[in-house]
Nanobody
Framework: EVQLQASGGGLVQAGGSLRLSCTASGFTLDVYTIAWFRQAPGEEREGVSCISGRDGSSYYADSVKGRHTISGDTGKNTVYLQMNSLKPEDTAVYYC????????????????????WGQGTEVTVSS
């Protein structure tokens, strides 16, 4: 079965950290671009970060740059999003998704590129 499994969300106080995981089954991530998106209640979906399965190059939205780090573990077929210095405005449901091929720069945060989405994991940051 082809699946993307996102996990690691939870409730954390402002200034805290969480690590989200996105594990693929049924396919390997190294031929895709993988991204994290988030959607807060009443808000549009926002691209957070993306990583190329080919060379590990990454890109971040300005809202998380310097606080979050995306990384991949090919052996575990998993992409992580380490989120530090969390703020209440980071509260959202976070989704991982894959796009066939390799994309870089801000273009890789375009949701239209992504053809396969995992279920979301909820992150709540209290003030």
């Amino acid at each position: 079965e082809v699946q993307l499994q996102a996990s690691g969300g939870g409730l954390v106080q402002a200034g805290g950290s969480l690590r989200l995981s996105c594990t693929a089954s049924g396919f390997t991530l190294d031929v895709y671009t993988i991204a994290w998106f988030r959607q807060a209640p009443g808000e549009e979906r926002e691209g957070v970060s993306c990583i190329s399965g080919r060379d590990g190059s990454s890109y971040y939205a300005d809202s998380v740059k310097g606080r979050h780090t995306i990384s991949g573990d090919t052996g575990k077929n998993t992409v992580y999003l380490q989120m530090n210095s969390l703020k209440p405005e980071d509260t959202a449901v976070y989704y991982c998704a894959t796009a066939p091929g390799y994309y870089s720069g801000e273009y890789c945060l375009m949701g239209q590129l992504y053809t396969f989405w995992g279920q979301g994991t909820e992150v709540t940051v209290s003030s």
